[in-house]
């Protein structure tokens, strides 16, 4: 694919049930982003890998939250007993850096619903 | 205290107008910025990036950044509807390290 693929593109959730969602990044890109959006929060960082370093995962905004990347390549984000507070779009974006600025490309997004 | 501020709007103006957007930051290190912009139900996608200091202009887009102030701004000359959109302001030290986005501001131009 050209772009980054996000799926399932909406979900809708019990309060209290796990969710997966998963991103694939563009082929070689080394960095990849996660963040959550909504309207009262903007744009939030939660979690970033970039190739083989520890990943930083100062936006978890609570142990529920997790991540991995496997293999350098596609992740997944996973919300355990989700709230409704945890209801937005979870956007993820991917880059490779070069000489000079990086572009991050990014994914339709999940729209995640907790009811 | 985040590390890039931006007002999250929404900012509405009449078609014609001139926009301003803006976002200020802490980080002395930053090196680039770039300016993102997305549409309803869309992912963000670059829109201008500025290397340090000055500006530059492509269109009816001018970006600003003043390293001294750590402020930077985005300006929109002749505004048109198919300019709402929500824009984010985005930097980073260099290559290899990881972007900062700010929250993102809501522009709606009306007609």
């Known amino acids: 694919g050209a772009g980054v693929s996000q799926s399932p593109s909406n979900k809708v959730t019990e309060k209290g049930k796990d969710v997966e969602l998963r991103c694939d990044p563009i082929?070689?890109?080394?960095?990849l982003y996660w963040y959550r959006q909504s309207l009262g929060q903007g744009l939030e960082f939660l979690i970033y890998?970039?190739?083989?370093?520890?990943?930083?995962k100062s936006g978890l905004p609570s142990d529920r939250f997790s991540a991995e990347r496997t293999g350098g390549s596609v992740s997944t984000l996973t919300i355990q007993r989700t709230q409704q507070e945890d209801s937005a779009v979870y956007l993820c974006?991917?880059?490779?850096?070069?000489?000079?600025?990086?572009?991050?490309?990014f994914g339709q997004g999940t729209r995640l619903t907790v009811v | 205290q985040k590390e890039v501020e931006q007002d999250p709007g929404p900012l509405s103006v009449p078609e014609g107008a001139i926009v301003s957007l803006n976002c200020t930051y802490s980080?002395?290190?930053?090196?680039?910025f770039m300016w993102y912009r997305q549409y309803s139900r869309k992912g963000p996608e670059l829109l201008m990036y500025?290397?340090?200091?000055g500006n530059k202009e492509d269109g009816r887009f001018t970006a600003q950044v003043d390293k001294s102030s750590k402020y930077i701004s985005l300006f929109i000359r002749d505004s048109q509807p198919s300019d709402s959109a929500t824009y984010l302001c985005?930097?980073?030290?260099?290559?290899?390290?990881?972007?900062?986005f700010g929250g993102g501001t809501r522009l709606m131009v009306k007609p």
């Open positions: 974006a991917s880059s490779q850096p070069t000489g000079g600025y990086t572009e991050a490309f």
């Open positions: 082929s070689g890109h080394t960095a």
């Open positions: 890998f970039q190739g083989n370093s520890a990943p930083d």
């Open positions: 980080n002395s290190a930053f090196q680039y």
């Open positions: 500025t290397y340090s200091s």
């Open positions: 985005a930097m980073e030290m260099g290559a290899g390290n990881m972007l900062t």
